[in-house]
């Protein structure tokens, strides 16, 4: 990755904060000065090298941890809404921004609703587990689904 693609990175996950969503190409573009093709190559490059990950038609699908499309993580902070793309992400939310965070979820056996504080990066509920379906290894055969 070239420092080009470095600010790119940068310019579209500063967006994706401030507008608690991801950001479409012309928003980015005119940040950097750039055109709307440049930033969908430089996004494309990104995509290739696992810094993103762009859905069928070129736009942001994840920008790890933060997730593009409504999931069952949703993360307040910093007064802000975002969605996670799992709960590894949901925690890194949180870390990401440097502030306190409390995740909204549900547990995948019972479906019992969860409502996690996350305090100086720690969790106020020691007792929870969530398991990790796909090896670390594998995660980016399908990122989706993992």
Same mark, same amino acid.
């Given at each position: 990755? %070239?420092?080009?693609?470095?600010?790119?990175?940068?310019?579209?996950?500063?967006?994706?904060?401030?507008?608690?969503?991801?950001?479409?190409?012309?928003?980015?573009? =005119?940040?950097? =000065?750039?055109?709307?093709?440049?930033?969908?190559? @430089?996004?494309?490059?990104?995509?290739?090298?696992?810094?993103?990950?762009?859905?069928?038609?070129?736009?942001?699908?994840?920008?790890?941890?933060?997730?593009?499309? !409504? /999931?069952?993580?949703?993360? &307040?902070?910093? @007064?802000?809404?975002?969605?996670?793309?799992?709960?590894?992400?949901?925690?890194?939310? =949180?870390?990401?921004?440097?502030?306190?965070? /409390?995740?909204? /979820? =549900?547990?995948?056996?019972?479906?019992?609703?969860?409502?996690?504080?996350?305090?100086?990066?720690?969790? &106020? %509920?020691?007792?929870?587990?969530?398991?990790?379906?796909? !090896?670390?290894?594998?995660?980016?055969?399908?990122?989706?689904?993992?």
């Amino acid at each position: 990755m %070239d420092s080009l693609d470095l600010d790119l990175r940068n310019a579209t996950y500063r967006r994706f904060v401030e507008l608690g969503r991801a950001p479409a190409a012309d928003e980015v573009a =005119g940040v950097l =000065g750039v055109s709307e093709g440049q930033v969908r190559d @430089g996004w494309r490059r990104l995509h290739d090298a696992h810094a993103l990950v762009l859905d069928a038609a070129g736009e942001i699908r994840m920008a790890n941890p933060f997730s593009a499309r !409504p /999931t069952s993580f949703r993360v &307040d902070a910093a @007064g802000r809404s975002w969605f996670a793309n799992c709960a590894w992400d949901a925690f890194g939310i =949180g870390a990401a921004l440097h502030v306190d965070s /409390t995740i909204e /979820t =549900g547990c995948a056996d019972c479906h019992t609703p969860l409502r996690i504080g996350v305090r100086d990066g720690r969790p &106020d %509920d020691t007792d929870l587990v969530f398991h990790v379906l796909v !090896p670390a290894i594998s995660w980016w055969n399908d990122i989706g689904f993992t």
